[in-house]
């Protein structure tokens, strides 16, 4: 569990607070990607960085922001945000975007629940 | 239809059982197929990956990709209660520039003792 943390683990916020989810590395890998998973749904993935570009965005609304300031972490910054965007939000990495390599590991995620 | 179709379960099988989890897919470019297990709140966890089609076993856990049925899946021999999780394949194809990981909704399995 060591490869990939996120912090916090547990969040809950009122509609109307600002927040960030952290995420970190220890692989060496690549790419960084953010999913949300909620409840009897597959994984959604939310957004891909590669090598600390953004390269996908998957019609997320504009109250998730994903920051990367180096090829080790991730944040994702949220404000006033939904009831709905309650949820498990995990972070993976992976040696590379795309082809052989890109298996993908995952950190234990954070609880987002918003009131 | 989704790319990826994965029965949700849950499935319940006694201990000691053989486990057969099954995946399909509908795009015929997917190269990479993946199995995770996700315990109940923790993140995905990487059990298998394999290239193209055909077998491989690694200690109790064996995945399968059929390319030509678009068919995958994933045999646990000897099931354990501690195997209780909830399983998801997904699968990735590379295109020029692009690429593309796809993951099933998941299967949860219970093994009772």
């Known amino acids: 569990e060591t490869g990939v943390t996120q912090t916090p683990r547990h969040l809950v916020m009122g509609m109307t607070n600002k927040k960030s989810l952290k995420c970190e590395q220890h692989?060496?890998?690549?790419?960084m990607y953010w999913y949300k998973q909620s409840a009897k749904k597959p994984l959604e993935l939310m957004f891909v960085y590669s090598l600390e570009e953004r390269v996908e965005n998957n019609s997320v609304p504009s109250r998730f922001s994903p920051e990367c300031p180096n090829s080790s972490h991730l944040f994702l910054h949220l404000h006033t945000l939904q009831p709905e965007d309650s949820a498990l939000y995990l972070c993976?990495?992976?040696?590379?975007?795309?082809?052989?390599?890109?298996?993908?590991?995952f950190g234990p995620g954070t609880r987002l629940t918003v009131t | 239809q989704k790319e990826v179709e994965q029965d949700p379960g849950p499935l319940s099988v006694p201990e000691g059982a053989i486990v057969s989890l099954n995946c399909t897919y509908s795009n015929s470019a997917f190269q990479y197929f993946m199995w995770y297990r996700q315990y109940s709140r923790k993140g995905p966890e990487l059990l298998m990956y394999t290239y193209s089609s055909g077998n491989k076993e690694d200690g109790r856990f064996t995945a399968q990709v059929d390319k030509s049925s678009k068919y995958i899946s994933l045999f646990i021999r000897d099931s354990q209660p501690s195997d209780s999780a909830t399983y998801l394949c997904?699968?990735?194809?590379?295109?020029?520039?692009?690429?593309?990981?796809?993951f099933g909704q998941g299967t949860t399995l219970q093994v009772k003792p």
């Open positions: 692989l060496g890998h690549n790419a």
């Open positions: 993976a990495s992976s040696q590379d975007e795309m082809g052989q390599g890109n298996e993908q590991y």
């Open positions: 997904a699968m990735s194809y590379t295109s020029g520039n692009t690429g593309k990981l796809i």
